[in-house]
């Protein structure tokens, strides 16, 4: 067994400084998380990292790994990070197989199935229960937020939990395409050190396949590795945001294969399963809402569970706030703006930069220029989320405004909403930004 501590540190330093430069995590989280992490060595194929913590050890494991790895492949290193504790052997940790990129918190236990979701539901437990052999590949499609990766993380959780040695992988289209790039670069060396990756899993999951389309090298690569599983009887599952058909500049041979098995679409939640949902919710965070309070917030809330879960962090972030219960007084008082927002058919791209503009000093030219410091990343981020909330562009759209793609506006969605709900100043500069432009609209 090889064992290297000097590498480890080297490339943990350069893992953190592009986690800072990129603006992909948080000074916050850089702080919290990745700063008291100690590299503790190089052992075979695993870069292993002591976290501070029990907590930072689990969300850097659940939430990061995907990341890291990306960068380390990006480097020219056929790794994957693992982090443990202190007191954790860090050989046993090696022989508990590598990362597997799934993320813990996502069960079949705690997916609320109703009319919109039921089929994939079942499709997916069909397949987490007999893996190759009930439907191969596996392809979900819907929209954004309507728990297509849920269900893909529970598929491989279920598998991991219920078959010993069996190897999981889950990617994003975005760190396999990264990936490719990389080991291309390196010329035979890495693109042997990719397929020694890919090809001896015995369940592959890649994540919104919609962005391999026009991406020739990447989708070749997709190919030759499907056929290689697929011929050997491996679990393939796929996910995209709409059917293999749909999907422009997909060739056409990529397309047939994953139309091969079955196709399983999820819908717009129905009023009942929205109901459940927050319901759910609210007892798994202790928290007491009212029945009046609930049905607010699903009539308020129609196009996805995201949007959802947004209105009930909303509606409970207000109720601390000011001291009150959640009942449909505050359900409404908390949500009033909102409403009051897509009522507005005014808002315009352009409002909202200047909105930006006036609030915070940050001119137009520079948030669709390529400046990423910190402030700058954090104000272009905080233009898309009032860019999805208060007009009707899709997030390419929105990503054409900045000069982005798809994916790093989905990041900065994702970054705001979480910092919403940690951050109070964060929250009353996105309000405050809210109520000038919809005071504008009127």
Request: proline share 4%; glycine share 6%.
């Amino acid at each position: 067994m090889q064992i290297n501590a000097d590498r480890a540190a080297v490339l943990w330093q350069e893992v953190c400084q592009q986690l800072s430069q990129a603006d992909v995590a948080t000074p916050i989280a850089i702080r919290s998380w990745f700063s008291p992490c100690v590299p503790v060595a190089v052992v075979e194929d695993t870069l292993l990292i002591q976290a501070a913590t029990k907590t930072a050890r689990d969300n850097l494991q659940e939430r990061w790994v995907s990341t890291i790895d990306g960068y380390l492949a990006q480097m020219g290193e056929a790794l994957t990070v693992s982090f443990i504790l202190e007191n954790e052997n860090p050989f046993n940790n090696i022989d508990a197989g590598p990362p597997t990129g799934l993320r813990g918190q996502f069960s079949f236990d705690s997916f609320i199935v109703g009319n919109s979701n039921s089929f994939a539901h079942a499709a997916a437990l069909a397949v987490a229960r007999d893996p190759a052999k009930a439907y191969n590949p596996l392809f979900f499609y819907g929209g954004t937020g309507l728990g297509k990766t849920h269900l893909m993380h529970a598929v491989g959780n279920y598998i991991m939990q219920n078959n010993l040695g069996v190897r999981v992988l889950y990617v994003t289209s975005e760190q396999f395409t990264n990936e490719i790039i990389s080991a291309i670069g390196r010329g035979n060396s890495g693109t042997e050190a990719f397929r020694a990756k890919y090809r001896p899993v015995d369940v592959l999951i890649i994540d919104d396949v919609q962005l391999l389309a026009g991406r020739q090298t990447t989708q070749e690569e997709v190919f030759n590795t499907f056929n290689d599983l697929y011929g050997r009887d491996k679990q393939i599952i796929l996910s995209s945001d709409r059917p293999p058909r749909e999907i422009n500049k997909l060739e056409e041979r990529l397309r047939s294969r994953f139309e091969m098995g079955l196709q399983a679409d999820l819908q717009a939640p129905d009023f009942e399963l929205r109901m459940a949902i927050l319901r759910a919710k609210a007892a798994s965070e202790d928290v007491q809402v009212t029945d009046e309070a609930v049905t607010h917030m699903a009539n308020h809330a129609k196009s996805n569970v995201r949007e959802l879960e947004g209105a009930f962090n909303r509606v409970v972030a207000y109720a601390k706030l000011l001291d009150r219960p959640v009942d449909g007084d505050c359900a409404k008082a908390a949500l009033r703006t909102l409403s009051s927002m897509r009522s507005s058919r005014f808002i315009s791209p352009n409002d909202i930069f200047q909105a930006i503009s006036q609030v915070q000093g940050i001119s137009t030219e520079v948030l669709k220029s390529p400046v990423r410091t910190a402030r700058v990343a954090l104000a272009r981020q905080m233009a898309m989320y009032l860019m999805r909330e208060m007009t009707d562009l899709s997030l390419p759209r929105i990503g054409a405004q900045l000069g982005r793609d798809h994916s790093t506006v989905l990041h900065g969605l994702e970054k705001i909403d979480r910092l919403m709900n940690q951050n109070l100043s964060i929250r009353q500069e996105i309000e405050r930004l809210r109520e000038m432009l919809v005071e504008g609209a009127e």
